[in-house]
């Protein structure tokens, strides 16, 4: 079992950055693949970014692609996700991630999630 717990989040001006975190509680956060997704209002949630356990591999949906980075610090148990360059669309509740399975496809499914941080830019 995995606890998540996101921050980070805030109101910021188009073009401005943001950074969040995703603490995790649990064992063996290096097993799990972990994700960031978000929801706009009025829509579906959607992919962002995922990186496996060891941090080697990323993926990045092309909407944030050149913009946002995700990192982890396995020994803190925490994922990030630096957002640079925001637009007025990258407005949502942003959620983190979690799988205990391999890498495989980082927009699969994942079990474990936190309650979600707003994120909000304006124009």
């Known amino acids: 079992q995995v606890q998540l717990v996101e921050t980070g989040g805030g109101l910021v001006q188009a073009g401005g950055s943001l950074r969040l975190s995703c603490a995790a509680s649990g064992r063996a956060f290096y097993r799990y693949v972990m994700g960031w997704f978000r929801q706009a209002p009025g829509k579906e949630r959607e992919f962002v970014a995922a990186?496996?356990?060891?941090?080697?591999?990323?993926y990045y949906a092309d909407s944030v692609k050149g913009r946002f980075t995700i990192s982890r610090d396995n020994a803190k148990n925490t994922v990030y996700l630096q957002m640079n360059s925001l637009k007025p669309e990258d407005t949502a509740v942003y959620y983190c991630?979690?799988?205990?399975?391999?890498?495989?496809?980082?927009?699969?499914?994942?079990?474990?999630w936190g309650q979600g941080t707003q994120v909000t830019v304006s124009s």
């Open positions: 990186v496996s356990g060891s941090a080697l591999s990323t």
């Open positions: 991630a979690a799988a205990d399975r391999p890498w495989g496809d980082p927009t699969g499914e994942y079990y474990y």
